[in-house]
């Protein structure tokens, strides 16, 4: 018991160290500098330019907050907008704050001023676009003969269908003026400079915020064929009919397309992401004694599956100190799913460790911990979960029968009976989920 | 394409290596000689004395023949029960066959039998007990005033009620003669040597064929509680409950406990398991240049998840190079579960074959293998499915929809779409499955 309590604590230090790593202002400072005349991001440097910033995500207001510490005065001025509760105090750009995930008004009309910025830039000027998870939403602006309602309406249509998230984006970014590469080539002829603080395991650019600033390679057939598939077409409002149509007949200009020159003025910087606090929390881990190794930073899988493998990497650890020695450490990220058909409280992290609770139960010196790395989740003030062997047994000690709490999907009221639950408050940042898997130096 | 074949072939190779590890007759020349006048298991030895044998368990047939090849005239006689189909012949041995997995009489005949057998066994004799998977529902001897029916009944209202099988297994091994350690107590005071294939993942002794040579911690109580709890107390026949009610008053003698003196007579080795096969594929992998890992022998979870989780492994891999460098071998053994929710044809190792080959879409020089080591799957003729980054494209150009085919269970479809079934034909052996994933040379 002495050891599990020392063997939490390490744990708990060695998360904190992992999600300080994805801090939206330590990402933005790893990558950006003053260069001469001009901006450095990372081994590129960018002439001296006006330098604009735009950005939209949970993150844009304190990745904002970082370019001007560190641009000061070379920024002329920039509009980022951010979820409600997010906003942070700004010198030279302004911030403001709209609904996430349901967009609103104040969402559109924040994308039309931003729009009209990056219209207004020329060719020696610099575009910061500043994009973190969240984005997608908080950044839209219907096409023309559109409103915020028609695209609410087919966005829940698609949604509910079961599409794929790349059929559900072919279609979202025909139906936008920035999405898909289009925010980019409103830029041009400036020269453009993404940050990107990614919340999508394995980093797909295309996918995070809608990819405003990369080449589309869908088209409006692509888009249209995915209504038709999933039988949308009869059911979308008849204003995206018209638009399809239209495009269809090449009446519409499409998103720009992959090997468009326009993207020569385009560079990408992913500034952290789940793979930024994977390799934080190995380097923790390794400072601290651990043998450690990262198995993946594309997790997924539904949460109570995803548990079990992760309970049978720790008893392969007990049992054959394998796949990394004692004392080791185990780290995976990317983001589980939950099929809820109980009525309790809990998030994807949190019941996964649950899972992984009964799979290590009365092992002696493991822990397992899941968390979200924004320090939320699921509808829970928990961030998620962090057991040891003897977790099982305080939750029955604690009345709770840990199964059937699975069951009911209460993975809130089981680790809370335990004292299991990890709690951060928000972090101000949103990269993946992060799963440590530790076992002690004890034989 | 050229270089997908290649691998394709490598990791066959390698899968085929790590079946003919875990051939039951390999497993017991691996462990068995004889040793002067006695016998050799591993590093101990046994003086010479009279050798019988007794066995039960897909194997038990295999097993014997090869205990006769190596120990020739030191055995004396023997009797092992082995599955309908498994029977082989052998000179000193014999071997009968009888139904599984649900018993028949012939299983009960042959349990009596083999009790007399060690009844008789005397201080200078030692028995060499063979134990595979299987060995619970073929050793089956219902305790005094308890019928076969009685047993049946019992075990099928355990099954349907959700109790995990440690308290399935309580109850079991409290109305039977042989079960939880009563086989070595009966065969007290001659020496008693286990072989066991073990085809549960984690090896535990007490759960592979209901431990009839360990010590079982469970009491009469433990498994009155167990019935109580699932609510079956008033829906097993009469007769259990009886049997029951005497064991609580201490009228009936309880199974042997954890320190009982009588297990100091009893030494136990495990010949084969999943942890061979890995071993065995870990080795053959690396004999062929493959950097390899075992991640773990006890992988457990819904198959279509841990496809999944595989697959998200496979993409750090061609991202990352990690956990293991090309070219690399992952290896993982245990034994995955699946929930039927439509009506297609497939088993656990086909079905997480697919969801795998979902995730690994167009990544080139990737392979995945899932197989059942026992040569088959489901109720198909295939033993499990090896997929690449083109499977899916593959079963579209087939006709088939790798995503509706998942959904409907129809693993075995989409895979013979795709060329993508592994079929081996019975292996005669039976330890945990088996899933290889390996990346190839080119960077």
Same mark, same amino acid.
């Given at each position: 018991m002495i050891e599990?309590?020392?063997?939490?604590?390490?744990?708990?230090?060695?998360?904190?160290?992992?999600?300080?790593?994805?801090?939206?202002?330590?990402?933005v400072k790893r990558v950006l500098a003053k260069a001469g005349d001009g901006v450095q991001v990372g081994t590129h440097s960018f002439p001296a330019r006006r330098v604009v910033v735009v950005g939209f995500g949970k993150a844009a207001g304190t990745m904002a907050q970082a370019v001007e510490g560190i641009l000061e005065e070379r920024v002329e001025a920039g509009?980022?907008?951010?979820?409600?509760?997010y906003g942070v105090e700004c010198d030279r750009i302004e911030v403001v704050e709209a609904s996430h995930p349901v967009p609103d008004?104040?969402?559109?009309?924040?994308?039309?001023?931003?729009?009209?910025?990056?219209?207004?830039?020329?060719e020696d000027d610099l575009v910061l676009v500043l994009i973190s998870g969240g984005g997608s939403s908080l950044l839209m602006l219907p096409a023309d003969g559109l409103t915020l309602d028609h695209l609410r309406e087919t966005n829940e249509l698609l949604l509910r269908s079961g599409a794929p998230i790349q059929a559900v984006n072919a279609v979202r970014k025909h139906l936008d003026q920035l999405k898909g590469g289009q925010l980019a080539r409103r830029c041009a002829p400036a020269q453009v400079v993404s940050l990107i603080l990614s919340d999508v395991p394995g980093d797909p650019l295309?996918?995070?915020?809608?990819?405003?600033?990369?080449?589309?390679?869908?088209?409006?057939?692509?888009?249209?064929?995915?209504?038709?598939?999933?039988?949308?077409?009869?059911?979308?409002?008849?204003?995206?009919?018209?638009?399809?149509a239209r495009g269809l007949k090449g009446a519409i200009p499409e998103t720009p397309k992959p090997g468009d020159p326009l993207f020569r003025g385009v560079y990408k910087a992913i500034v952290g992401s789940g793979v930024t606090a994977a390799e934080a929390a190995l380097g923790a881990g390794e400072?601290?004694?651990?043998?450690?190794?990262?198995l993946t930073t594309e997790l997924c899988g539904e949460a109570r599956e995803v548990g079990q493998v992760v309970a049978s990497l720790v008893r392969e650890m007990v049992r054959w100190g394998r796949p990394v020695p004692r004392p080791g450490l185990l780290v995976l990220a990317g983001e589980t799913t939950v099929t809820v058909r109980g009525s309790g409280r @809990?998030?994807?992290? %949190?019941?996964?460790?649950?899972? =992984? *609770?009964? !799979?290590?139960?009365?092992?002696?010196? +493991?822990?397992?911990?899941?968390? @979200?790395?924004?320090? %939320?989740?699921?509808?829970?003030? =928990? *961030?998620? !979960?962090?057991?040891?062997?003897?977790? +099982?047994?305080?939750?029955?000690? @604690?009345?709770?029968?840990?199964?059937?709490?699975?069951?009911?999907?209460?993975?809130?009221?089981?680790?809370?009976?335990?004292?299991?639950?990890v709690v951060t408050g928000p972090t101000g940042t949103n990269v993946a989920d992060l799963c440590l898997v530790a076992i002690g130096a004890r034989s």
């Open positions: 599990a309590a020392r063997l939490r604590r390490t744990v708990t230090q060695i998360m904190e160290q992992a999600i300080a790593s994805v801090d939206p202002r330590s990402c509009l980022v907008v951010t979820a409600d509760g008004s104040r969402g559109v009309q924040a994308a039309r001023r931003i729009a009209s910025i990056v219209d207004a830039a020329g295309h996918v995070i915020a809608s990819g405003p600033t990369v080449p589309d390679p869908t088209t409006f057939l692509d888009a249209h064929r995915v209504l038709q598939d999933y039988e949308l077409w009869d059911r979308v409002p008849e204003a995206v009919r018209t638009r399809f400072r601290l004694g651990f043998t450690g190794l990262i @809990g998030g994807r992290n %949190q019941e996964a460790a649950l899972a =992984a *609770a009964l !799979g290590i139960a009365e092992l002696e010196d +493991v822990v397992v911990c899941f968390v @979200g790395t924004d320090g %939320q989740d699921g509808p829970t003030d =928990a *961030a998620g !979960g962090l057991v040891d062997g003897g977790s +099982v047994g305080r939750m029955a000690a @604690g009345g709770v029968d840990p199964r059937a709490a699975l069951l009911n999907n209460d993975a809130y009221g089981a680790l809370s009976a335990s004292g299991d639950l």
